[in-house]
């Protein structure tokens, strides 16, 4: 059985072919996208065995998806197939063109057509579906991320059921996952609850002033006292682990060229909860997660190849001075 359980929605994506407002793109590339099956691949990648959970349309975007994790090594068997509701999709803008409205080199936006998807109808009744609680109650992780809970108010309340379900030695990991467009009819202010009740919170510090108020290490420790560690991104150079024990570790990020940053959050988490499962220090696990997010910084697309098993260790073993 998976030692991980990676849950949330996935989407269709569709990458423009040029950069550019979307009224000037000639053409979309399909393929595949969602922050915690990101994660899952990473994470089946780095030789934890993982499942994704979420729901997906009676559609070929959602046989794709599944297709396409399933190829990743990930377990899809809890996966529901929707009858009516669609697989959630979302096009992504690049900028870098000339036009009078482009987004300016180097930015990027994701528009979402996610309203009313087939995930957005999770809800705590997935508890009692047999498939997917053999595979949480088998897990001995379980991560989630902080879009789930502004996806619809029965995400939200599944979301709630999952952090307060006995832990049984199992960890419940929160990737907070700031997307502001998604939390237009919902208060933000709840997140800091629902993390406050995660084992293991990882976050950036530019998201968390965004959603929390404050990106300061110290201070996001005080606001969040009840996970046994609390993981803070900044400014892409470094990771700072703030235990609960009060003990800090600080890693410098790899420096990579980068060619396209979607993603590269959820790699990190990947690589870094891969270096909690395989029972590396604080400071292996961080290091893990800056060489994930090399991975996907250096590839373009949502999904980059995740280091395997052997070149990770290799690696690892290469930066241990
Ligand atoms: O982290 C990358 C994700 O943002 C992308 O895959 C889409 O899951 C997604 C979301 O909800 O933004």
């Not at 994704?52 to 090594?73: K, N, P, Q, Y």
């Not at 499962?277 to 910084?297: F, P, V």
Request: net charge negative; with cysteine; aromatic share 4%.
């Amino acid at each position: 059985l998976p030692q991980a359980v990676c849950l949330g929605e996935s989407m269709a994506v569709l990458l423009p072919e040029q950069p550019g407002p979307l009224d000037a793109v000639g053409g979309f590339r399909s393929a595949v996208g969602g922050a915690e099956s990101n994660t899952a691949c990473v994470l089946a990648g780095l030789g934890v065995p993982s499942a994704w959970i979420s729901r997906v349309g009676a559609d070929g975007f959602g046989r794709r998806l599944t297709g396409e994790l399933a190829a990743r090594g990930v377990d899809v068997s809890a996966v529901a197939v929707d009858p009516h509701r669609p697989t959630g999709l979302y096009v992504k803008e690049t900028g870098g063109s000339a036009h009078p409205h482009d987004l300016g080199a180097g930015r990027s936006r994701l528009h979402y057509y996610r309203a009313g998807s087939a995930a957005s109808a999770l809800s705590p009744e997935l508890l009692a579906d047999p498939a997917a609680a053999r595979l949480i109650g088998a897990a001995r992780l379980l991560h989630l991320s902080g879009i789930t809970p502004a996806l619809s108010d029965s995400c939200l309340a599944l979301v709630r059921a999952l952090l307060a379900l006995p832990r049984n030695g199992r960890t419940v990991s929160f990737d907070l996952n700031w997307r502001p467009a998604l939390w237009r009819d919902r208060d933000p202010a709840l997140l800091r609850n629902l993390l406050d009740a995660a084992d293991v919170v990882l976050l950036g510090a530019d998201e968390a002033e965004a959603a929390l108020g404050t990106g300061d290490p110290g201070e996001l420790r005080a606001l969040l006292p009840r996970p046994r560690s609390l993981v803070v991104k900044q400014d892409a150079h470094v990771a700072t682990a703030l235990d609960r024990d009060g003990t800090v570790t600080v890693q410098p990020a790899l420096r990579v060229e980068v060619v396209e940053p979607t993603g590269a959050g959820d790699a990190f988490a990947g690589g870094y909860l891969a270096g909690l499962l395989h029972g590396l220090d604080q400071r292996g696990r961080l290091r893990l997660g800056h060489l994930a997010a090399a991975c996907a910084l250096t590839s373009p697309g949502d999904q980059g190849r995740a280091p395997d098993a052997a070149s990770a260790e290799a690696l690892l073993a290469a930066t241990e001075a």
